[in-house]
């Protein structure tokens, strides 16, 4: 049986680097036990509806940390799933843990140990949705509702044994579809699972987005919901861009790729289950009753040069100069990187100034992981001798997203320019077919996030829709 994440070939890269990723497959276990009428797909519907006259849609609604910050907020989010229920629509709501609890919860281990024990860590961290989760459905009941909280294991969210970073396998749905079939709305604890041994385990950061798609892929919902503190998907972090704008309509691929590259509304994950298996997605703010933006297939989509730019500030360089240039070496130093399931993501080899027989690599890894990854990548080079490391956490990549770049030349060199005309210096580029990422000085991100964002004309509406 397939299970719902595997690895996938990432796009193809246009050189100077490459980017690996894992991806989305999926087992549709259980059968769609509701009555056939449904509501008209998402996908052609115009942003933001979500009506379906005389039918019962099944919906999903994620509720981020904010949304559900206190009880306040919990009521907002319960009114509004109450309402979308009593339009005759069946409720799934997951929720993430109130915020900054998840935060409260690793400092107090922290405080304890260095380096916690990973599964503890997540017996831990997974009590902040359990919180959320009970707090939701009492609230609902409150109000004259119907609902039932269920964790991970209840739900039965299967997924490997990698503490802090697991990935789905499967989800029997069917205590969630008798739920909602009782006219209960299920209350699901996000960033949760299990694994085959009955650990806890926690989907990473963001996890409750792979939860909310992963669910609405294996019930085979109408769509998904993503509620959050802002209203859409903008061009770029209107906190540090005031001319950002809200994008109505977003590809899979786009919005997969700006994840990736530090726009924080979806968890790159999410992004990948739900193009894999056509979900539509709706982001949207928990706030107002506003459309947000739809996330969904190409078709129908206007193929703009430049849809946003992101940046990633979670990101350490790490450089390893003088290594032995021989077969072998980098495969070795990665390889290990890889069995602490550490993600590896710009990747550029270049000869030494150590003269011949010697290489230098650079890469780039996430922040979190650098003092853990520190004595890993020692010990691998003190194996192969030679080399000397310098560490880097003072980076930040900055990108350009877009599917015109399949068919407009010139974006790379466009951007190379409007960082230069402002003296910041690139450290690493990498490519694909519709970004392009460069590794600059943390210092300089707000400068040349705007500079960038004005260059490609993002702070205008697009002509022509």
Not at 376 to 402: F, H, M, W
């Amino acid at each position: 049986m397939p299970n719902f994440e595997e690895p996938r070939r990432a796009p193809r890269s246009r050189g100077f680097a490459r980017r690996w990723w894992g991806a989305a497959g999926i087992a549709r276990r259980i059968p769609r036990k509701r009555p056939v009428t449904r509501g008209p797909s998402l996908t052609r519907r115009a942003p933001g509806a979500r009506r379906w006259p005389n039918s019962v849609a099944l919906i999903v609604q994620k509720y981020g940390g904010t949304s559900v910050a206190n009880l306040d907020k919990i009521r907002n989010v319960c009114e509004r799933a109450i309402r979308t229920q009593r339009e005759g629509h069946q409720v799934v709501i997951i929720v993430s843990a109130m915020a900054g609890e998840t935060n409260r919860l690793l400092e107090m281990a922290h405080k304890i140990c260095a380096t916690p024990d990973m599964r503890e860590m997540d017996a831990l961290a997974s009590t902040g949705e359990q919180v959320s989760a009970a707090l939701t459905a009492i609230t609902i009941q409150a109000l004259g509702g119907e609902a039932r909280s269920l964790l991970g294991h209840q739900v039965r969210i299967h997924t490997d044994g990698a503490f802090t970073k697991a990935r789905i396998h499967t989800i029997e749905g069917s205590k969630l579809l008798s739920t909602v079939q009782a006219g209960r709305i299920a209350v699901v604890a996000g960033f949760q699972g299990v694994d085959a041994e009955g650990n806890i385990t926690t989907l990473g950061r963001g996890g409750s987005d792979t939860t909310a798609v992963a669910i609405a892929a294996a019930i085979k919902a109408d769509v998904c919901e993503i509620y959050t503190d802002v209203d859409g998907v903008y061009t770029t972090d209107p906190n540090i861009c005031a001319k950002a704008r809200k994008i109505d309509r977003i590809s899979y691929e786009e919005m997969l790729e700006l994840a990736s590259l530090g726009a924080k509304v979806l968890q790159i994950r999410s992004v990948e289950l739900a193009m894999k298996y056509g979900v539509p997605v709706h982001v949207r703010s928990s706030f107002s009753d506003r459309p947000g933006t739809m996330v969904v297939g190409e078709q129908g989509l206007e193929a703009v040069v430049v849809a946003g730019i992101a940046y990633e500030k979670g990101e350490a360089k790490v450089q390893i100069i003088n290594a032995p240039d021989r077969p072998g070496i980098v495969a070795t130093l990665f390889s290990r990187l890889a069995e602490q399931n550490v993600s590896v993501d710009m990747i550029i080899q270049s000869p030494s100034r150590g003269g011949k027989g010697s290489t230098d690599v650079t890469f780039t890894i996430p922040k979190a992981d650098l003092a853990r990854c520190k004595a890993l990548i020692e010990d691998t080079l003190r194996e192969i001798g030679g080399a000397s490391i310098e560490y880097d956490p003072e980076i930040v990549k900055v990108s350009v997203v877009g599917l015109g770049m399949r068919s407009h030349a010139g974006v790379a060199s466009k951007m190379f320019r409007l960082l230069a005309d402002e003296g910041i210096n690139i450290e690493a580029i990498s490519t694909s077919e519709i970004k392009v990422s460069c590794l600059i000085a943390s210092k300089y991100t707000e400068l040349a996030v705007r500079v960038l964002h004005e260059g490609f004309g993002l702070d205008k509406a697009p002509t022509g829709k």
